[in-house]
């Protein structure tokens, strides 16, 4: 397996090519980590996805499977956990054993996708977000029991071009699938209620989105920058006697903060149900 230094002659198979395929592709292509000429996509069924992908980023659809395993030094899996193992097994008569696997699916271990591909290939199982597309993933990465710290590396790197890349043990993925692989779906829910606030008040729709838009970027901004913790950076807004607490106690009359604890564990729990129904 060659590493992203030579990357030149780095080709990835992308078996799947829904939300996260496009995210990440996107996020690389922009980057200019890989030319799209090096990108292969390949679905089951939807000729017009394979299409828009090659017209927007200029990769190379494919449902030829053997020819694009052979062709990949390093293959994406972007199925469904529900597909895993149907695709792995086909995927298996082709895979060679120095081939480089990265898995983003939720849930599926890399026991699982060695034993289905048959092969005792070095396997990286990753958790990353949507947020690929604008450079700004949080990934977690682990390796399968067949990778080394150079496939660990060669993976990161790929990541890290597009976010920023934590290595954790492959058991806390789970968490990590609720947090930082579902987390962002959390914040554009909090996102829509922001801006239906304020349409119910009146502002127009475009002011309302463009000022929750303009807080969520400054707030993330804070966090990052600010020495304070959360809990003190929200100190310091609510006014004793004033809005924010105001707004803070309604927050509160609905549990807001548990709700969110119990949404991330959930979607954890969720990430090992996945695993174990579809092993
Ligand atoms: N969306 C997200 O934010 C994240 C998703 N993930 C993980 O990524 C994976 C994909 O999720 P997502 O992109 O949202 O799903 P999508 O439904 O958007 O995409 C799934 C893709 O898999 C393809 N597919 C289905 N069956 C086959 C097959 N037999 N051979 C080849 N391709 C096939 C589909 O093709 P077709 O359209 O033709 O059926 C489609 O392109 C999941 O495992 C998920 O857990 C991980 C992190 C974040
Ligand atoms: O909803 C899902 O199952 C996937 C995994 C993390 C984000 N989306």
Not at 259 to 268: E, F, N, P, V
Request: aromatic share 6%; hydrophobic share 40%; with cysteine.
């Amino acid at each position: 397996m060659r590493t992203l230094e030579n990357r030149d002659t780095l080709r990835v198979g992308f078996v799947g090519a829904g939300s996260i395929a496009e995210s990440i592709l996107g996020g690389i292509i922009k980057n200019e980590i890989l030319s799209p000429a090096q990108i292969y996509v390949t679905n089951h069924q939807n000729d017009q996805r394979l299409l828009y992908l090659q017209q927007r980023y200029g990769v190379s659809p494919t449902r030829d499977l053997e020819t694009m395993v052979k062709d990949s030094t390093m293959l994406l899996l972007a199925i469904k956990p529900k597909e895993a193992k149907e695709v792995c097994l086909r995927l298996g008569k082709y895979i060679r054993r120095d081939q480089l696997i990265v898995s983003v699916m939720a849930g599926i271990s890399t026991k699982n996708i060695n034993e289905w591909l048959g092969v005792d290939c070095p396997i990286i199982r990753t958790m990353p977000n949507t947020s690929s597309s604008v450079g700004l993933s949080a990934t977690g990465i682990a390796a399968g029991r067949y990778a080394s710290e150079s496939h660990l590396e060669i993976a990161a790197q790929l990541f890290r071009a597009i976010g920023s890349v934590f290595q954790v043990a492959e058991a806390d993925l789970h968490i990590l699938t609720g947090l930082s692989g579902s987390g962002p779906a959390f914040i554009y829910y909090m996102a829509e209620a922001m801006e239906q606030a304020g349409v119910k008040a009146g502002l127009p729709a475009d002011l309302s989105r463009e000022l929750t838009v303009q807080t969520l970027l400054g707030a993330a901004h804070m966090l990052l920058k600010a020495e304070e913790e959360p809990a003190e950076l929200r100190r310091k807004i609510t006014s004793p006697g004033g809005t924010t607490e105001a707004g803070l106690a309604v927050l509160n009359s609905y549990s807001f903060q548990q709700a969110m604890i119990d949404a991330i564990l959930r979607a954890a729990e969720k990430s090992e149900e996945l695993g174990k129904l579809y092993r």
